[in-house]
């Protein structure tokens, strides 16, 4: 099966400071990628969808200025949280797909367990 | 609205006993069809999904779903529990993006 894979997987950063997540499709090019938020025992929530070389699609409520999605490769995807907050602190998702859904899957990276002090 | 239903938040089976894990969707069409395992702090693991065709699909460890689109539902089962299985359950639809369930944690006694 294809990989995805995400950098760091934990991280602990002060509040006012950046930090930024690597999401990586190791044995495929990834067309579109995602980012999902998990909070503690609740579901993911999807915060954006990036396309190779566009702009990524925010979700309502999540503010673009503050989540900067950069998709600049086929295989590399980032999310920078700027100026984190501890209301930040969260698991960060990825997944990458090839093609469409329905004609293929989306593979997920392990996560990003980011804490904010 | 679109939404994905997954009624049961905790489920606790003895080990070797069956599992039916329910999930239910609201969408304007019929979507894709997914289920994820997920462990503690780790990513989603596919463990079968359904775009067309037969309603009975299979996935890997022994898992499998059906689709009924007359009841809009997804239920996962598998004959025979392990151990092993005890994590996060998501149930997820869509067709250009995913909406998740809430998730139903399975816990597995022996």
């Known amino acids: 099966g294809a990989v995805v894979s995400q950098h760091p997987s934990r991280v602990i950063c002060k509040s006012g400071t950046s930090v930024k997540i690597e999401c990586r499709s190791l044995?495929?090019?990834?067309?579109?990628m995602f980012w999902y938020r998990q909070f503690p025992k609740k579901s993911l929530m999807l915060m954006a969808t990036s396309n190779e070389g566009s702009k990524a699609t925010y979700e309502q409520g999540v503010e673009k200025d503050k989540f900067l999605i950069n998709h600049a490769s086929l295989t590399l995807s980032t999310l920078t949280v700027t100026s984190a907050h501890p209301e930040d602190s969260s698991f960060y998702i990825c997944s990458a797909s090839r093609g469409r859904m329905g004609d293929t899957e989306a593979f997920f990276g392990q996560g990003t367990r980011l804490t904010v002090v | 609205a679109q939404s994905v239903t997954q009624p049961d938040i905790h489920i606790t089976v003895s080990e070797g006993a069956s599992l039916e894990l329910r999930c239910n969707y609201s969408?304007?069409?019929?979507?894709?069809l997914f289920w994820y395992v997920q462990s503690p702090g780790q990513g989603l693991q596919l463990l079968l999904k359904y775009f067309s065709g037969d309603t009975l699909v299979q996935g890997i460890k022994g898992f499998e779903a059906e689709f009924k689109r007359s009841q809009s539902s997804f239920n996962l089962r598998k004959p025979s529990v392990h151990w092993s299985d005890a994590a996060e359950y998501f149930c997820a639809v869509g067709t250009d993006k995913l909406i998740f369930g809430t998730g139903t944690r399975l816990q597995v006694f022996p």
């Open positions: 969408y304007g069409a019929t979507p894709y």
């Open positions: 044995d495929f090019q990834a067309t579109t």
